[in-house]
């Protein structure tokens, strides 16, 4: 739909259609462009992403990038644009325009690299706004405090607290969502595994020197590995 739309506004159709426009509209160099515009995954063209690469050299990769709002400016020979923070509570706990000129802004992004007991090792990262680091913490204490495997720490349902409003995915316990009523009234239940609730792709290299990787299915991850 969101490619249609483009469509129309580019050709002028949201305003006429005549016989010549529909003709140019179908030519087939424009249906094979607005083919391989879909087939790429549609046309947005906004958010934060994680990329995390093990090798079996033992190096570790844990890459956060995000184009969610562009300030605008290019940085010079690069290509790349720079993000704007500048509208995100989460980094301005004094209130929006208090910082002067040249302050360096935190950042929400956490790409984190940790090393187990055993000498394995874990690249994860997630995208999602100030949702990244609860996202993080919830995969990182199913690892390791309950010793699920990657691929269940990255799917188990998740929570995140903001305020004093907490939000819910389906999947806990009834006893934990009553714990979890009784603390915080007006819990927020999200019906299914949610975007929301960020992205943690992250890959792991076990002390035996082999791998197990999981993209997170809340914001389309994928994995490859190469043998």
């Not at 969101?2 to 087939?28: F, I, N």
């Not at 004094?94 to 874990?122: C, E, K, N, T």
């Not at 995969?139 to 269940?152: A, I, P």
Request: net charge negative; charged share 20%; hydrophobic share 40%.
């Amino acid at each position: 739909m969101q490619a249609a739309s483009l469509v129309r506004k580019e050709q002028g159709l949201e305003t006429e259609l005549s016989d010549e426009m529909a003709a140019e509209m179908l030519l087939p160099e424009n249906l094979a462009e607005w083919r391989r515009m879909l087939q790429s995954g549609g046309v947005v063209t906004r958010g934060t992403t994680h990329l995390s690469i093990a090798d079996a050299d033992g190096n570790l990769v844990s890459l956060t990038l995000s184009n969610g709002e562009g300030s605008s400016y290019v940085l010079p020979g690069s290509g790349i644009m720079l993000n704007n923070m500048l509208g995100e509570e989460d980094l301005h706990p004094s209130g929006f325009h208090r910082l002067p000129p040249g302050v360096r802004l935190a950042s929400m992004m956490a790409p984190a690299i940790v090393s187990l007991p055993d000498g394995g090792q874990i690249a994860l990262g997630s995208g999602g706004s100030n949702r990244i680091r609860s996202a993080i913490l919830q995969v990182l204490v199913n690892r390791l405090d309950f010793n699920m495997g990657l691929e269940s720490a990255v799917i188990a349902p998740r929570l995140h607290l903001e305020g004093d409003h907490l939000s819910v995915e389906k999947g806990f316990s009834d006893a934990a969502l009553r714990a979890l009523e009784d603390a915080w009234p007006g819990v927020e239940q999200w019906p299914e595994p949610n975007l929301y609730f960020g992205g943690v792709h992250a890959v792991e290299r076990l002390a035996s020197g082999e791998f197990c990787a999981m993209g997170d299915p809340r914001r389309g991850g994928a994995v490859a590995i190469a043998g």
